[in-house]
Nanobody, 129 residues
Framework: VQLQASGGGLVRAGGSLRLSCVAS????????MGWFRQAPGKEREFVAAINWSGSNIYYSDPVKGRFTISRDNAKNTVYLQMNSLKFEDTAVYYC???????????????????????WGQGTQVTVSS
């Protein structure tokens, strides 16, 4: 499975961007999908996740209410709509795919980078203050 992320760029604080991640080479509609980000000098952190059908969606606290994850299985694409961007949102954003379900009972299945099987190359988001 190959994941290609795009849509990053330079935006002023308060602005918006929409990231896209297109999957190829696998059965996209069966995968849970996640977005992570990594700022310089920091560990990769969970941003948002969506299960195969879109019925379960999860967000990290820093982005809740500002970011929206969605997917279009017909287009093999997952999106991350980012509104009200802040300087601290500056990072490289990665999409990731997980073959197994997001099992209930623990958030590690969607929050943990090690729980994902495939990763995209990342797209830079820079928010100017």
């Amino acid at each position: 499975v190959q994941l290609q992320a795009s849509g990053g760029g330079l935006v002023r604080a308060g602005g918006s961007l929409r990231l896209s991640c297109v999957a190829s080479g696998g059965t996209f509609s069966r995968y849970g999908m996640g977005w992570f980000r990594q700022a310089p000098g920091k560990e990769r952190e969970f941003v948002a996740a969506i299960n195969w059908s879109g019925s379960n969606i999860y967000y990290s606290d820093p982005v809740k209410g500002r970011f929206t994850i969605s997917r279009d299985n017909a287009k093999n694409t997952v999106y991350l709509q980012m509104n009200s961007l802040k300087f601290e949102d500056t990072a490289v954003y990665y999409c990731a795919a997980r073959r197994a379900p997001f099992y209930s009972g623990s958030d590690r299945y969607y929050r943990g980078p090690d729980e994902y099987d495939y990763w995209g190359q990342g797209t830079q988001v820079t928010v100017s203050s």
